[in-house]
């Protein structure tokens, strides 16, 4: 079992950077980690996940300017967003799936933090 814990979120302007940062409870070596995001009245979209080694995905939107990593020492995950835009705007989830080829499909993923909210104005 895995518990999640965003933290990071805040509000930024438009072009500013935030790092989101997701602390597990427990050893997340053996599940592949990724950010979510939603918006009121829209689906959880797929941001980023990263692979057993190391490599990250991401989603169209937001590749070139998020960057996810992972520190195993520190069971921590994190997703540093740079050149933010307004439709960045979203609540911001990191989950844990123990699929070792992982997608940016969130029914692939058992663990879920409770969120960071992201405002960009």
């Known amino acids: 079992h895995v518990q999640l814990v965003e933290s990071g979120g805040g509000s930024v302007q438009t072009g500013g950077s935030l790092r989101l940062s997701c602390t597990a409870s427990g050893n997340i070596n053996s599940f592949c980690m990724g950010w979510f995001r939603q918006v009121p009245g829209k689906e959880r979209e797929g941001v980023a996940y990263?692979?057993?080694?190391?490599?990250?995905s991401y989603a169209d939107s937001v590749r070139g300017r998020f960057t996810i990593s992972q520190d195993n020492a520190k069971n921590t995950l994190y997703l540093q967003m740079n050149n933010l835009k307004p439709e960045d705007t979203a609540m911001y989830f990191c989950?844990?799936?123990?699929?070792?080829?992982?997608?940016?499909?969130?029914?692939?993923?058992?663990?879920w933090g409770q969120g960071t909210q992201v405002t960009v104005s």
């Open positions: 989950a844990a799936t123990p699929s070792w080829y992982p997608t940016l499909s969130a029914a692939e993923y058992n663990y």
């Open positions: 990263i692979d057993t080694v190391g490599r990250g």
